[in-house]
């Protein structure tokens, strides 16, 4: 990317990822018209092969030879024993040494299973961030049919056929973890980010629902906001929405007595996203205990979780203290 630093957003999700990324490089002028990205008098086109030095920030053109890094060899894909890499070693030494001196705890973010046993693998103690609305992407065609819903039962009616997925999905990280501590953010982006853009697919996608072209494409226009960020979304979307917060509980606690029923302790923590005040945070703890005891009292387990929320703005930031009087964890992000 031309901005951004080692801790904006595209540098995190890359991170979790595991892509290569380099941000910040202002040199770049990206003409994503022409599709052509410019760097002084060299002139890169769309398809062109790059190769990137994520370490050293470097950009080459054409394909370099790589290979995964000799710790990754002997930690993940245990293609090389310990004691065949003098750079491994030397990793393994500095992280005892840190060990020995750090006072903090260290968590992922992981939104699948694969993630998180990689994270464990590096010495993870929990997931600090959970992002439930990538796993919505899996199932973009069920969570439309939610979006464009025209009243109350049809909406309960597409959440109904997500639940299954979220709670499979929430069981699979459970069960990696095996009893270290699960943060979940509840449904966070605006919806209209979940919706296709262009008239072709809003076509295709209205043919699909059996509805027309021009109703998915006034759902697309009504969502639409000036300022999207601070807009519907997070918790609001939850109060206006309730439903939305009830199936996500739900397939939580679900997925949770499910996984403690195989004998692997489960220790959840539900965020509740872009609180600004109590009264925000008061009304989607409601339903998400409402929930859990409803699970636990069909299923006949009880297990402990936390309710808690993020402070990401700057009103819950002001209002941090009033907060607290009912949020049991509180997550910073920015």
Not at 1 to 23: E, N
Not at 127 to 149: K, N, P, Q, V, Y
Not at 290 to 319: D, S
Request: with cysteine.
């Amino acid at each position: 990317t031309a901005f951004g630093g080692a801790s904006s957003h595209a540098a995190l999700v890359s991170r979790q990822m595991g892509k290569v990324c380099i941000v910040g490089a202002g040199e770049l002028n990206i003409d994503y018209h022409a599709g052509t990205v410019t760097v002084g008098d060299k002139v890169l086109k769309e398809g062109d092969d790059i190769s990137i030095d994520g370490f050293t920030g470097e950009i080459f053109a054409g394909e370099v030879k790589t290979q995964p890094s000799e710790v990754i060899q002997v930690m993940l894909k245990k293609t090389l024993k310990p004691e065949q890499s003098e750079i491994y070693q030397r990793y393994a030494q500095l992280m005892g040494w840190v060990d020995e001196a750090r006072k903090l705890r260290v968590r992922t973010n992981a939104d699948q299973p694969d993630q998180a046993a990689e994270a464990i693998a590096f010495g993870a103690e929990g997931i600090g961030l959970c992002r439930t609305e990538h796993m919505f992407f899996d199932h973009i065609g069920e969570f439309r049919e939610m979006i464009l819903a025209d009243d109350l039962p049809a909406r309960e009616k597409a959440l109904k056929k997500l639940l299954p997925f979220q709670r499979n999905d929430f069981a699979g990280l459970f069960r990696e973890m095996k009893g270290r501590p699960v943060t979940i953010r509840l449904l966070d982006p605006p919806l209209h980010e979940f919706l296709p853009h262009d008239a072709a697919a809003q076509k295709e996608l209205g043919k699909t629902l059996g509805i027309s072209a021009e109703v998915v494409a006034e759902r697309v226009h009504s969502l639409h906001e000036s300022n999207p960020m601070l807009g519907h979304r997070g918790c609001r979307l939850g109060i206006v929405y309730p439903e939305i917060t009830a199936m996500q509980a739900r397939a939580i606690f679900e997925a949770a007595v499910l996984v403690k029923k195989e004998g692997i302790e489960v220790e959840p923590e539900v965020m509740i996203p872009l609180v600004g005040f109590l009264a925000e945070f008061k009304n989607q703890e409601k339903i998400v205990r409402a929930q859990a005891e409803a699970v636990f009292k069909e299923t006949g387990v009880t297990l402990k979780y936390l309710v808690g929320t993020m402070i990401e703005v700057p009103r819950a930031a002001i209002c941090a203290d009033q907060i607290a009087q009912g949020a049991e964890f509180f997550s910073f992000g920015t």
